[in-house]
Every structure is written in C-alpha cells, then in structure tokens.
C-alpha cells in the first residue's frame, strides 16, 4: 500500500502549505512580503521603543502560532505533516493531530499525550523590530547594504525556515511561562538551536552544568527520559537519529557552533564548552558585525533544508511500505 509522496513545503504563510517548487505560488508569498519588510525597513530610523503586544508580521504567519480570535491553529498543513514524521519514526498511526495539538494515540503514556512544534529558524521579523532577522535588518541599514538584496535574504531566509525541518518537538506543560519552550527563547539561549541540542545532550549524558535551562523544566526531562530507556548507552544519539538533526552535530554528536562555522564554505566548528556560552555579553544581540549575523543565519537554514530533506526522504521511504510491514512496524515498537 503506497501513500502519497510529501513534497518540499513551506508553512510560512497562514492557513497555507507553499510548494517551494511551485514559483507562481511563491511569488505571490514574496511580493506581498517584500512590501511588508520595505515598511521595516523605511521605519527603523524612526523606531518606537514602544513595545506591541500582538506586533504586525505582514503575510507571515508562524506554522505553530494559534488564533486567539477562531481559536484555532493557524497552519494545519503544519501539524499533520509532522504527524507523518513522528509516525515514521515511532509508529504508524500513533500520533495524530487533533484539538489544536499533536496528540499521542498509544497506550503507553510514559512521554505525554500532547505535542506541539516550536520553530528554531529564529522569529521573523516584526513590527517591534526586536527579534534577529529585524537586527539584521538594522545593521544592514547601517552599514550601508543593498535594501533590496538584504530584504531578498530574509525573505528566502524565512520561507526556508519554515519547513518540516525547522522545529523541534516538545511535550505539552502545564504552565506555558515555565515551559522549555518558552524558556529557551530568553536567558542565554536565545532560540538558538545549536546551545538548545547541547543542553538535550548534557541532560541525556548527565552532564548537565548548572547553568543549563534544561533540568529544570519536569515535563521536558520525563519525556526526554524516554529516549535513555530507548537505548541507555546513548540516548542522544538516539535523540538526534530519531529526530534527523543529523546534520547539526559532527561524527562523535558534538553540536556545530552556528555562529562560528561557516556551511556555505563547509567550514564546520563545534561549540566549545566553557564559560564564554552562558556569558551576557556574548549575545547574538550584541553582535556589532553584520557578516556574523548574516553567516549565523544562513548556517541555520542550511542546516533546515538539510534535515527538513533527511526527514522527507524517511516519511517517503517508509510510506511505501506495505500494510504488513506497517503493522509489523508497530507490533516491533509497542
């Protein structure tokens, strides 16, 4: 029983799933969105240090975000997709998307009922002009870069974000203000995804560093816990296996430090440990040279487009198992 071949899509734009190979599809997306980042661009001398609480995105919706109004999710596309994946690598028809949230449809509880995606492509940029693709914006202004290339590059930047590749997965918790998710986007982490998979790994190997976010979160580490009982001599290999972030780790699972390796030139560095990561003053936002702004940005989405590949060639490799083999799949698993 084959099923049908998921494509390269981009879930950048609200109640939308772009085919990247569609180019009447995308160019429509990019000419309203171009317009929009035009605005960003002519208002930041004039920006208001006046914070908005639901700031203006143009066309872009975030693939996980909700409707407060419809209270509905504003990509389903988003959600099913991934469902697909998480049932390829755990299970056929185990996970499904329903209520708003990915939920687990097993029998074993042990790693939570609900689900949802958290992007790590950085947030797009926003009226507040106070997230990283608008400092980029900022200090192309400033140092004189070409308006229309700058813009060019987030555009491309943020549509190739919001593929399948570019989130990770976390349980549900009960109070959102604590959650890892949340968390993770302040203190030192900063929504980078390299120091996120660092933590993942010092918490799987117990090595965890006081500093480390990460511990803390209860939810986090009860379903994280199931990878070390998946395989107890090392759980984030299997983590970053399951997971395909294959391509942001080296041969020995080390992290890519994507701030000081350059993918574009196959220049690859691993983060170094030391004091230095959990240091204010090291703060993407404190970055004064737009080359390493700009080098950190397209070293993240080269690295979604490499996983969000990894994880479309396994959806469409076991999608053409036989309905044997699919319940043989699961019969092996649970």
């Not at 302040?186 to 790994?201: A, Q």
Request: hydrophobic share 30%; charged share 35%; aromatic share 16%.
């Amino acid at each position: 029983m084959q099923k049908e071949k998921l494509k390269f899509y981009s879930y950048a734009k609200r109640d939308a799933r772009m085919d990247l190979d569609n180019e009447a599809e995308l160019k429509e997306f990019k000419e309203e969105y171009r317009e929009f980042l035009n605005t960003l661009w002519d208002n930041i001398k004039n920006k208001q240090n006046e914070y908005q609480q639901d700031p203006g995105r143009g066309p872009y919706s975030d693939p996980d975000s909700f409707d407060l109004e419809k209270k509905v999710r504003n990509n389903d596309w988003f959600y099913e997709d991934l469902c697909k994946f998480l049932n390829c690598q755990f299970g056929y028809d185990i996970y499904f998307f329903k209520d708003n949230f990915i939920k687990y449809g097993g029998e074993d509880k042990y790693y939570g009922e609900k689900f949802y995606p958290d992007q790590f492509g950085f947030s797009a940029p926003c009226t507040n002009l106070n997230h990283i693709y608008d400092r980029y914006l900022i200090l192309s202004q400033k140092y004189g870069k070409n308006k229309d290339e700058a813009i060019e590059k987030v555009i491309n930047w943020v549509i190739g974000s919001r593929t399948i590749g570019g989130a990770f997965i976390w349980p549900k918790t009960m109070n959102r203000r604590i959650s890892y998710n949340c968390c993770r986007g302040k203190f030192y982490i900063e929504d980078r995804v390299d120091l996120t998979l660092l933590e993942i790994k010092h918490y799987l190997e117990g090595t965890s560093k006081k500093e480390d976010i990460l511990p803390n979160r209860i939810d986090e580490i009860k379903w994280l816990d199931y990878f070390k009982k998946l395989d107890p001599s090392n759980p984030f290999k299997k983590y970053v296996d399951t997971f395909c972030f294959n391509s942001f780790v080296d041969k020995n699972y080390m992290p890519y430090d994507i701030l000081k390796s350059d993918f574009a030139d196959k220049k690859k560095i691993v983060i170094k440990e030391d004091k230095t990561l959990y240091n204010k003053e090291n703060s993407i936002y404190k970055i004064e040279e737009l080359e390493i702004v700009e080098r950190m940005l397209n070293n993240v989405n080269i690295l979604i487009e490499k996983r969000s590949k990894q994880i479309l060639k396994e959806i469409n490799k076991k999608n053409n198992y036989t309905l044997c083999d699919q319940l043989y799949c699961i019969t092996f698993l649970f």
